[in-house]
C-alpha cells in the first residue's frame, strides 16, 4: 500500500512539474508548447544540450528556479525510496527478533514442518486448542501467509539441525511432519529422535509402501491422509451414525460432547482407586473409553473395579467442563 502511494505521488508530482515549467516557458518566452516541454524536460533531466531558442534574463532566472526545483524533487523520491527500504528493512529485522525471542520460551510446544494445506489446517486446530506451535518451512513464498495468520514460524530445512535447535527440538513436546517427500519425512524423523529421544513424533506417509520405513525410523505415528479419507468416506457409507458421533466428538466449535484424553500421575488421589469409587463416572457424568498402561496395553471399556495406576492414560466422553474438571483430578 505505502509502495503504490509513494508511486502515484511521484507520477503526479513529475506532471505537476513538467506543467509549471512549459507553461513558464510559453509564457516568459511565448514558446510552442512543443519547445517548452522540451526545454523543460532536458533541464530537469540536465543532460546538457543547448537551449531551443536565445532565451532572456527572466527566463534564465526562471531556469535556475526550474532547475532548483528538480534537484528537490529528486531528493525527495530519493530520499523516500530510501526510507521505505529502510524501514521495511528494519521492520523485518525487527519483527524476526520478536519471533525468534518467543520460539526461545517456548516449552512443551509443537513444531509443524511445512505450512502446505494439511500444514496450515493442523496448525489452527492446534492453536484453537491453546497450544504453541513453532512452524518449519522452506518455502519463502508462504512468509506472508505465515505473518497474516499470526503463527511462529523459521524460514529454512526442516532437516537442518539447526533450523531444529532453534525451534527448541529439546524442550518440545512433538514434532510433525508434513514434507512433501517421504524420504524427506523419513530423515527428519531419524534427526529429531537423534536430538530429542523423547519427542512424540507424527509423519505423514504420502505412500502407503513408506509407512513401515518411518515407524523403523522412529516414527510414533504415522497418517496416511489417502487411507484415512478412503476408510472415512466406507464408514460414512456403513457405519453413517457412529461418524456423526465422531464428528461432534472430534468437532472444533463448542459442542456439548468431547473425546480427550488425560495422563495419571503419581500425584492424582485416585491412584489404586476402582473406578467405581472415583467419581469419574458418577460425579462428572463421563464415560470411560478406556484405560492405556504405561507399556502399551490399551484396556476398553474398564470394569468398575479397574484400579488406575500411575503412567496411564484414560480416554474418556462427556461435556469439556466435566472432562477439564477430570484433568485436574488425574493430574493435579
Not at 508530482?13 to 511565448?30: D, F, K, Q, T
Not at 529439546?170 to 512433501?180: D, E, M, N, S, Y
Not at 453413517?240 to 503419581?266: C, G, M, R, Y
Request: glycine share 8%.
Amino acid at each position: 500500500m505505502e509502495r503504490t502511494k509513494l508511486f502515484f505521488i511521484t507520477i503526479f508530482l513529475s506532471l505537476v512539474l513538467l506543467m509549471l515549467g512549459a507553461l513558464g516557458y510559453m509564457v516568459i518566452e511565448g514558446w510552442s508548447f512543443l519547445d517548452a516541454i522540451y526545454m523543460t524536460v532536458i533541464t530537469l533531466a540536465t543532460v546538457g544540450y543547448g537551449e531551443v531558442h536565445e532565451i532572456s534574463p527572466t527566463g534564465r532566472i526562471f531556469t535556475v528556479f526550474l532547475i532548483f526545483s528538480g534537484v528537490g524533487f529528486f531528493l525527495y523520491v530519493a530520499g523516500n525510496v530510501v526510507q521505505f527500504v529502510v524501514e521495511g528493512r528494519i521492520r523485518h529485522i525487527l519483527g524476526r527478533r520478536v519471533l525468534d525471542k518467543q520460539i526461545s520460551k517456548l516449552k512443551d510446544h509443537f513444531i509443524v514442518c511445512g505450512y502446505g494445506r494439511m500444514g496450515r489446517a493442523l496448525c489452527s486446530y492446534l492453536i484453537q486448542k491453546y497450544l504453541d506451535v513453532v512452524v518449519i518451512e522452506q518455502n519463502v513464498g508462504r512468509v506472508p501467509v505465515m505473518d497474516n495468520d499470526g503463527i511462529l514460524y523459521l524460514v529454512g530445512e526442516a532437516t537442518d539441525e539447526a533450523i531444529l535447535l532453534k525451534a527448541g527440538i529439546k524442550r518440545a513436546r512433538g514434532i510433525i511432519t508434513v514434507l512433501g517427500s517421504d524420504a524427506d519425512n523419513v530423515f527428519l524423523v531419524l534427526i529429531a529422535k537423534r536430538l530429542n529421544p523423547d519427542i512424540f513424533v507424527v509423519a505423514r506417509a504420502n505412500q502407503n509402501e513408506s509407512e513401515k520405513t518411518l515407524y523403523d525410523a522412529g516414527t510414533d505415528k504415522v497418517v496416511s491422509p489417502f487411507t484415512l479419507g478412503g476408510r472415512r468416506m466406507a464408514h460414512a457409507i456403513l457405519r453413517p451414525t457412529v461418524i456423526h458421533f465422531l464428528e461432534l466428538a472430534f468437532a472444533d466449535d463448542d459442542t456439548d460432547i468431547h473425546v480427550e484424553e488425560f495422563p495419571v500421575s503419581a500425584a492424582s488421589k485416585l491412584i489404586e482407586v476402582p473406578l467405581s469409587e472415583s467419581g469419574l463416572r458418577q460425579d462428572l457424568d463421563l464415560i470411560i473409553l478406556s484405560v492405556k498402561k504405561a507399556d502399551g496395553y490399551m484396556c476398553f471399556n474398564p470394569k468398575a473395579s479397574h484400579q488406575l495406576e500411575a503412567g496411564d492414560t484414560v480416554v474418556a466422553v462427556g461435556k469439556n467442563k466435566n472432562l477439564m474438571q477430570m484433568a485436574r483430578i488425574l493430574n493435579p
